[in-house]
C-alpha cells in the first residue's frame, strides 16, 4: 500500500526499497523459524503437562504477580526521578544520569551476584538484622525476585519518564506557573498529564522485561521448585532434567505472553492515550 | 503606512502599573541591562526589537519565570521581584499561545480559577462570560487540536484574561497568524484589552503590528532600550540610527558640519525652531542646512513625506534646498506613493496619489526634490 505523501519512484528508488525491505525480511524469517522449529518439538504430552502442572500454574502466577509488583514500584521511582533528571541541572548531573543506565548495561548475572554479595555482607550489620527481625528477608526468597527484577528492570521505566518529561513543552508549564500554579499544581494539571504516554510504555517495557528474567535469580533467590520458581526458572528446570518437550512448550508460553505485551506497546505508542 | 495616522490615538497619563528599575539578568552571551521602563495604568504598550534583542527574556523577567540578577520590577505598587509567578497578578501569552493540548478549550479557560481553587459555580460563570466577551462561546467543548489560529488565539487570552490579571504580557501574540489576519486580530486585541481595562505589554519584531496596537513603544536592541516614546515621536524623531532604522526611515545621511548656514536660510521663517540657529552639513558633496548647532560628524534624516517633488525648471520658493535627480523607481504602497530619485544623493520620497498624479512623472524624467528644513531631523550623536 502506497502512502499518501510517496513520491514519484523511479527504478533507483526502487532499488534502494528492496534493499532496505531484503534486511527486514531475513531478519523476521528469522525470528519466526526459531519459533516455528520449537513449535514442531512440543508434542500433546508437553501440552498437556503445562495446562495441568500445578508447579507450572505456580510459576506462571508468581512471575505475573513479581513483575506487576515491580513494575509499580519501578514507576513509583521514575515518575519524581525522571521529572528531577529531566527538570533540574545539579552537580553531578551526567554522573547521576549514567548510573540510572548502569543496570541497563550490567550483565544480568553480575547484577545477582552484587545483590548476593550485599545482602550477605548487609546481615553483619544491625541495619541487616534489624530488617531480618521484621521479617524483610530477600535471599532465596520470592521477594528477591521483585528486588532482582528491579535492579534489572527499572532502569528502563526512568528512561522512559525522563524522555517523556523532556518531550513536554516547558512552556506549558510556565504558562501554569503564571495561572496560579505552584510546581507540585504545574506537575500534577500539567507535566504528569502530558508525560503519561511515555511513562505508561515505560511501565510496560519494564513489565516484559521483569516477566522474562532470569539470570540473577538463579544467584539470588535459586531455583526451589514451587517456592521462587517463576516460568524462566521452569525452562531451566525442565530441560536440566531432559524434558526438552516442556521446556519448550513453557518458553512458547513465554513468548506468547511477552509477544501480547510488545503488542500493547505498540498500540499505546501508535495510538497515543493522550491526543495531541 | 498606517502608522502615520496612528499619533494622535488617546493616552491616558495615569499612575504607573509596571516599573523596572534597571533590571540586569545574564544569560550566555546575553544580558538584560538597561532596561527600566515604566507603563502606565491602562497602556497598551509594544515592545520591539530584532530577533534576539531580549524582548522574550524581558517578558519572562516581569513574569517571574527568569530571576533577575540586579534590580527590582514593580507592578501595581507592589515590589514582585522576588515573588513567585502565580503571585504577581499577571496574565501572559507565550509564543505559540502554548494551550495544553490534553484539556478541552473550557479547560484551558478555567485553568487558572482551578488552580486558585474557586467555587465551582464561579468558575463556570465568569468562564462562561469571558468565553462570550471573545467570542468563543461555542468552542468551550472543543479539542485544542482542531482550533484555527484565531480561535487558539482567542482562547490563549480568554485563559489569561479570566483570573482578572492586573497586567497582560503577550509575546508575539500574532506572528502566527497570516498577514491578512493580522491586522485584523490586532484591532480585536486593542478592542479586548479597552474592555477589560487591563494594562499590556505586547513583544512584536514586526512594525507594522505596533501601528496598529501601540499606545507607546519601546525599541530593545541587545538587552537595552534604545527609544521608549509614542510611535509616532520614534518615527519622527529617532534618538540614535539603530531606531532610525528599525523605523524604516528613510533618507538617513552621515556629513561633516562646515559651520553655520548662511544667514537667509535661517531666516526665511523666523520661528522659535530658528532661535537654536541652523549649520550647513555636507553629506558627500552635497550641502544640507540642519537645525540646530553642531560641529563634527552629523547623522540626520530626511522625512520621506515632507519631500516635495517638482519638476526640473518650476519655482522652489525660497529657503528651500533643491536637489536634481533622476526618478529610478515608483511603488504604490496603497496610501502613497513611493518615490526614489537617484541624483547627487539617493533620496526617497512619499508623494500622495493626488501630488503623484499632478507630476505625472516618467522613470528617468529629471525631477527636482525640494526639502524644507522642517523635515530634516538630526540624530543625535551616540556616546
Known sequence: ?276 | MPGYHSSGRRLRTGETVIRTERPHLRIGDFCLRDASLKVARGEYFVLLGPPGSGKSVFLECLCGLKRLDSGRIHIDNRDVTHLEPRERGIGYVPQDHALFPHISVEGNIHFGLRARHVRRGEISRRTREVAETLGIGHLLERRIAGLSGGERQRVALARALVVGPKILLLDEPVSTLDESTREAVCGELRRIQRRFGVTTIHVSHLLEEAFSVADRAGILRNGAFQQVGPLSELLRKPQSEFVARFMRCENLFHGQAVGPAKEPQASVRAGPAEAAGSTEVHAGDVPFVVPGRHSGDVSFMVRPEKIRIVHAGEQVGSGRMALDGRLIQTVDRGAYVRAELDGPVRLVAHLSHAAFDDLRPSIGGKLVAVIGRDSVHVIPTQK
Open chain 1, 1 to 276: 500500500m502506497a502512502a499518501v505523501d510517496t513520491p514519484v519512484r523511479g527504478w533507483r528508488s526502487r532499488f534502494f526499497a528492496a534493499g532496505t525491505l531484503f534486511f527486514l525480511v531475513v531478519f523476521v524469517t528469522c525470528a519466526l523459524l526459531l519459533i516455528l522449529t520449537n513449535l514442531a518439538y512440543i508434542d500433546k504430552r508437553a501440552v498437556v503437562t503445562i495446562l495441568t502442572s500445578g508447579f507450572i500454574r505456580e510459576a506462571l502466577w508468581l512471575s505475573l504477580w513479581t513483575s506487576s509488583t515491580t513494575t509499580v514500584i519501578a514507576v513509583i521511582f521514575a515518575i519524581p526521578m525522571g521529572y528531577a533528571l529531566s527538570r533540574y541541572r545539579f552537580p553531578g548531573h551526567v554522573l547521576v544520569d549514567t548510573i540510572v543506565d548502569l543496570p541497563i548495561v550490567f550483565p544480568p548475572l553480575v547484577a545477582g551476584l552484587c545483590l548476593l554479595v550485599f545482602f550477605a555482607h548487609l546481615s553483619g550489620t544491625q541495619v541487616g538484622q534489624w530488617m531480618e527481625r521484621i521479617g524483610l528477608k530477600f535471599v532465596f526468597q520470592p521477594k528477591g525476585i521483585v528486588l532482582c527484577q528491579l535492579v534489572v528492570t527499572a532502569s528502563f521505566a526512568i528512561r522512559s519518564a525522563k524522555t517523556a518529561f523532556d518531550e513536554v513543552d516547558r512552556r506549558f508549564e510556565n504558562v501554569s506557573l503564571t495561572l496560579g500554579c505552584t510546581r507540585w499544581g504545574s506537575f500534577r494539571r500539567i507535566s504528569l498529564p502530558l508525560a503519561m504516554n511515555g511513562v505508561i510504555t515505560g511501565a510496560i517495557l519494564t513489565w516484559s522485561r521483569a516477566f522474562g528474567t532470569f539470570g540473577p535469580l538463579m544467584i539470588f533467590v535459586g531455583a526451589f521448585r514451587g517456592r521462587t520458581e517463576v516460568l524462566s526458572t521452569t525452562i531451566f528446570l525442565e530441560q536440566s532434567v531432559g524434558n526438552l518437550e516442556v521446556a519448550l512448550a513453557v518458553a512458547l508460553l513465554l513468548i506468547g505472553v511477552a509477544l501480547v505485551c510488545l503488542v500493547t506497546i505498540r498500540l499505546v505508542g501508535g495510538c497515543a492515550l493522550v491526543k495531541l
